[in-house]
């Protein structure tokens, strides 16, 4: 996309770095327990009166929890291409804080491929674009079992 800047649709939820992308979280001070999205106010942690958080990178790879393929436009405030695609979604169990984080699958992933357990990494996406921005997400691209995502690109 020539021209276009690119933008995260949502600010603050991940960072933009093309190659190693990753979701960006808060950890308590205080007892530790790590949220996404970031924390600013108050740790969820009931047991624990903390303000404090530092912002943390989650983990770039988990596996797939569950999924399932989105065929019908959401209504607005969702921002849809025109005409309409498709797209799977997938609720990921993140590798070392085992949260699950929900997102949508990069184009083309064929569903009946995926299973529960599937390893998936962090990649960047458009999620919809105007006359001169890119807005981007994260998205969640399949990786084979036993390989670790080393040089892709
Ligand atoms: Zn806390």
Redesign the pocket.
Known sequence: MPGKTQVPAVEGWFTLDADRPALLGSK?R??G?VCFPRETSF?R?PA?A?REFDEIELSRTGTIWSFTDNRYQPPPPYVSPDPFEPYAIAAVELADEQMVVLGQLVPGTDITQLRAGQPVELVLGTLFSDDEHEYLVWKWQPIDDGTTAGATR
């Open positions: 308590c205080t007892c327990i740790c942690n624990c903390s």
